[in-house]
């Protein structure tokens, strides 16, 4: 039995260590050094491009309980990486170098691993696949990714819109409406503003500070359907008011009123717990973001679950492509994994990885795939970029929101607690160790 692995990044090398571990020989193939991507520094796999922190380790953050996840399901990076860290408070930081001379010795030491340094220009047919090339999959190998999803199925965003908790909402200002009634419920928030507010939100709008774009990604092209609600606004005052923030047909059913300006926020996941606002693409850097967020009416508290951003990001359309065991659903030899599945995230781009390992080994194995319930992190995250019913799918990272069915606690740090231990209780229930 043999399998290719596509990327020598965080989900393939995380891929690779898991089937080596169950005894199938794999090929990976990573094109550093040999071909660069402007983004790496070093010919190491595993290497982390811009921050070194996974995020939180406290297992009653979204990020933590995946991480924890991820340690039952004994993934190698993790531990890798928990060997690796630094002091960073209640994160989980790296050593950037010594983690991935770690990975990089892990693969090249495994009698199981194959590594060559070569850059792969078209999905091979005679072995079993993973792709795991990431967002800067190279230009020919897009080209048959493409040619394989079907052009319509691979995405090129260069800025994305911020999501929201719902139960952050004020909806003592906010209100539940539809553009001109239109549809049988209304299933769009809105939160009006008046003209002193808006022109306040529109200074501070144009007047905050962008993240600066590495050289990588400049000259990217802007698409009008995901222009940057702050170059938008500097193209005049109004241009929002006839565009993604018009108050036409938008009348609070409260005060039967048309306001100013308006901004919609549009369910975002199927358990309806996570919102996101309309045409509000952004750059502006985080700090700015929030800042600007907290001006709207309604969204004074909001808690911010993914903030906007903008850069050269290639992923396929999951849901229409991927079942939620990352195996493709017209090629069952075919497995996603990492951020081009449409994951952000580095420990994202792990689990994946993981779960991509762990199925294409049972499928090798003529055994049942591993499809983990929506009460888990990992379960809540495959689901949700596998849901068929998306029609505006975009990359997004582990969340609360994420996980089914939701926990009624007014709460909220209890209520995280409750959907920790739920998950934990999973996993531990199950020796989910035994069965892979």
Not at 233 to 245: E, H, V
Not at 278 to 296: D, M, P, R, S, Y
Not at 360 to 382: K, V, W, Y
Not at 387 to 406: D, R, T
């Amino acid at each position: 039995m043999k399998i290719t692995i596509i990327g020598g990044g965080l989900a393939g090398c995380e891929a690779a260590l898991q089937l080596a571990k169950r005894g199938i020989q794999t090929d990976l193939y990573e094109m550093r050094p040999e071909k660069t991507t402007g983004a790496h520094s070093t010919e190491y796999l595993a290497e982390f491009v811009c921050s070194n922190s996974l995020g939180s380790n406290d297992v009653y953050s979204a990020s933590g309980l995946l991480k924890q996840e991820l340690r039952f399901m004994d993934s190698f990076l993790i531990k890798f990486a928990d060997e690796c860290s630094v002091p960073a408070g209640n994160a989980l930081a790296v050593d950037r170098t010594l983690f991935a001379q770690k990975v990089t010795a892990a693969i090249k030491e495994n009698p199981n691993i194959n590594l060559i340094n070569k850059e792969i220009t078209d999905i091979p047919t005679d072995t079993p696949v993973i792709i795991a090339s990431g967002p800067l999959t190279s230009e020919s190998l897009t080209q048959k990714i493409m040619e394989f999803t079907g052009r319509d199925n691979l995405y090129f965003f260069d800025a994305i819109a911020p999501v929201i908790e719902k139960d952050s909402i004020d909806f003592n200002k906010a209100f539940w409406a539809n553009r001109y009634n239109k549809g049988e419920d209304a299933a769009y928030i809105n939160c009006p503003m008046i003209k002193e507010e808006y022109e306040i939100f529109y200074e501070k709008l144009i007047n905050s500070p962008t993240i600066e774009l590495k050289e990588f990604e400049k000259g990217a092209k802007f698409f009008e359907s995901c222009m940057p609600v702050e170059v938008m606004a500097k193209r005049g005052k109004d241009t929002l008011r006839f565009g993604p923030l018009k108050p036409v047909g938008l009348t609070d059913p409260r005060t039967n009123i048309e306001n100013y300006a308006v901004i919609q926020l549009r369910q975002d996941n199927k358990a309806a717990t996570l919102y996101n606002m309309v045409g509000f693409q952004t750059n502006l850097k985080w700090g700015a973001q929030k800042e600007l967020i907290h001006c709207i009416p309604g969204l004074e508290n909001a808690a911010i679950v993914r903030f906007g951003v903008m850069h050269r990001n290639t992923f396929i359309f999951s849901p229409f492509v991927l079942a939620p065991t990352m195996q493709a659903r017209i090629r069952k030899t075919l497995f996603f994994a990492g951020q081009i599945t449409g994951v952000e995230g580095y420990t994202e781009s792990i689990a994946t990885g993981l779960l991509a390992g762990i199925n294409a080994a049972r499928f090798l194995e003529n055994r049942e795939l591993l499809t983990l319930p929506s009460i888990t992190m990992l379960g809540g995250l495959c689901s949700y970029i596998t849901h068929m019913e998306h029609k505006n799918f975009q990359p997004i990272n582990s969340n609360w929101g994420l996980l089914e069915p939701p926990v009624k606690q007014k709460d909220k740090k209890l209520r995280h607690k409750m959907l920790a231990e739920r998950a934990l209780d999973y996993f531990a229930g199950i020796e989910l160790l035994n069965q892979n």
